[in-house]
């Protein structure tokens, strides 16, 4: 018989507590629960797992073998499981030859049309579709490569201050240290004047200190100093300009790169004019463009061009059809602001998502589990019935939905729910319930349940803050920001809301932190703006990875590793045999594990698929040798305190003051259930950003700060957040000002000030729409969140909607700018 149910028996992948789950097929299948309770160990790490595993069972035995080092998740059995595809959170790679259109293919459509329709010049050949690359040696430029910009330095970026003479340090593009006296000992052994102002040097003789690339090799003869003898030594010469390219391009350290890129001029290929395409493609036009015009406009507009070709007939309405069809799936999600050449790197982990989604509902598959990972994230409240309706048409093909999600709207539209908990970590890993929506509402354990069914128990709405001052930005102009005014209020909470792509994160994390930051270095602000007196520090708390390596690990990052090593290093034992704090470091060579050389982890290379990481086999993941492993505090190893979660590591340690600091916030921003040594590779962008915030949160500080967030509650369970929103204001409370861009509309109607930006996405967006307390914004008619806003400020309150008055209550405004 035909069983509708995907039976897991005995799961046990990370905190899972031996769970017993039956999940219907053919649906859509909602995971809930608090950050860190088991849910995603539950849909990935074991349901797609298993499917991942089966699949390559079937593929060849190389295959298996390499798979098998990976490891299949610990689960007893599951039944019923039909092949499965995974749409995870993942940050895009880094690269800027990654774009929207390659993504979703629509690249390899855009460059068949022109290939086979465009308008050539009168006498060129037909060129393949691979010339409309620029991704391909047939159609890169050869000046950028294909890249668009080029890299160079001018004698003003290597020597910013000409009235110093090469031994003052005239060229500050030079690396410091030996190297530099170096590089400067062979100039005045070839009989070059170190000692003359650099403007008082003659032309050629500037030009070939910084741009030559020859590279003499001459005896060099050190000055000699006190206490020290140098003898002579074969020193070979290189110019500024090439160490500031060789070390922009060649080296591992991320600070020489930075400093090196300070002395680089980035600006439009001079050849192509940042168009990335050789002369030849560009010449070839389609309804009077060329291929880089067409893939510089927004999916909407695109669309809008095609859809008279995609009405006649030929081989340009077959293509043109292709194309809007598919990129009608995109604008429905929310994504039609973003244009085909868009680099993927630029994008949020949610948009990335999304593009995939796209790209699954035309592949035609069915029978299929997807299992996808917050797909709201990142959505505006008015694209979320989109995204609905494009899960709703997956599932129609005859597809199953498995979602770890947090937003209440979809789990209110859920077939199915399945609430993993009561907390995290250790406290977790148990199925509260599994079953229609309606029956959540008996789960008394379900953290998830007051939020779906909200008892009206919420407290009252805070009366906002009172300003202490006003940062104004004039002017702002960047991306789909034209000639922008815009005020932030200094002492407040400020949230900063609008729909996907209406310029939110361009005019926070850019125009706002990067003026910010400028004047507190002390450099003129790109921006003309008024307040920056009252700022003491920026603090940018982004969702960028803590490190991208199995050896970066929460402890580490935050600190509190020092103070736990000390510890080792304080028993009798550590002291007998000369152990000091250094020796319980994973990066040192005397206790580290020298197989993977204390990583605990080895790369892993899978042909035809990409790397991953396993437990080394010597350590069996330890990190550490086993004469570091014999010193033990309190019966515990130092690679069991790094295998301890946040919450349990706080009882251990509670009489380590400088380690329990650190874990108390770590706590406070709710990951208490995180191991202190969890690989950076294992952490999600939500989780790194709040590891951020608990490492600002136990330094002490003075002064006003300006804190800048994105997005800070994209991963959180609702009740995560109301742990994090009370930190936040904390801060607010102390005399900081707080900056969020967010899409939760709880935490816009909690905040003491809303920005809205809008009306719509891309070009159609760029203008502060409404602007006051979020009673006022909620009122606002040409805001799209306003609405939304209303909703939830109906729902903190309990008072009827009529509280929130008609028209536009006094105290919004509605601002076009100077657009």
Known sequence: MHDPYVRVRGAREHNLQAVDVDIPRDALVVFTGVSGSGKSSLAFGTVYAEAQRRYFESVAPYARRLIHQVGAPKVDDISGLPPAVALEQRRSAPTSRSSVGTVTTLSNSLRMLFSRAGTYPEGAERLDSDAFSPNTAAGACPECHGLGRVHRVTEDSLVPDPSLSIREGAIAAWPGAWQGKNLRDILDTLGHDIDRPWRELPRADRDWILFTDEQPVVTVHPVREAERIQRPYQGTYMSARRYVLHTFADSKSATLRARAERHLVSGPCPVCEGRRLRPEALAVTFAGRDIA???????????????????????????????????????????????????????????????????????????????????????????????????????????????????????????????????AGEHGGRVLYSGPVAGLARAEESATRRFVFPDGAAPPARTPREPSGVLRLRGVTRHNLRDLDVDFPLGVFTTVTGVSGSGKSTLVGEALAETAAAHLDGREPAVKAEGLAALDRLVRVDQKPIGRTPRSNLATYTGLFDAVRKVFAATDEARARGYGAGRFSFNVTSGRCEVCQGEGFVAVE??????????????????????????????????????????????????VPAALRGLRTLQDVGLGYLRLGQPATELSGGEAQRIKLATELQRTHRGHTLYVLDEPTTGLHPADTELLLRQLHGLVDAGNTVVVVEHDMAVAAGADHVIDLGPGGGAAGGRVVAAGPPRAVAGAAESVTARYLAAALLAVSGRSSAACGGGRPAGASSIAGRA
């Open 293 to 423: 015009a067409l893939a510089a406009l927004p999916l909407a507009g695109l669309a809008r061009l095609l859809g008279p070709v995609r009405d006649g007939e030929g081989v340009a309405a077959t293509l043109a059809q292709d194309l809007v069809a598919r990129i009608e799936v995109l604008t429905e999600l929310g994504l039609g602001y973003l244009s085909v050449d868009r680099s993927t790197p630029t994008l949020s982990a949610g948009e990335l998502q999304r593009l995939r989604l796209a790209t699954q509902l035309r592949s035609g598959l069915f029978g299929v589990v997807y299992v996808l990972d917050e797909p709201s994230a990142g959505l505006h409240p008015a694209d979320s019935a989109a995204l609905l309706t494009v899960l709703d048409r997956l599932k129609e093909a005859g597809n199953s939905l498995f979602v770890v999600e947090h937003h209440m709207d979809v789990v209110r539209r859920a077939d199915w729910i399945v609430d993993v908990g009561p907390r």
């Open 606 to 655: 899978l042909l035809f698929l990409p790397g991953t990481y396993a437990p080394c086999e010597a350590c069996r993941g330890a990190r550490y040798n086993p004469a570091t492993l014999e010193i033990t505090y309190r019966g515990a190893s130092i690679a069991d305190v790094l295998d301890m979660t946040v919450d349990a590591a706080a009882g251990f340690l509670a009489d």
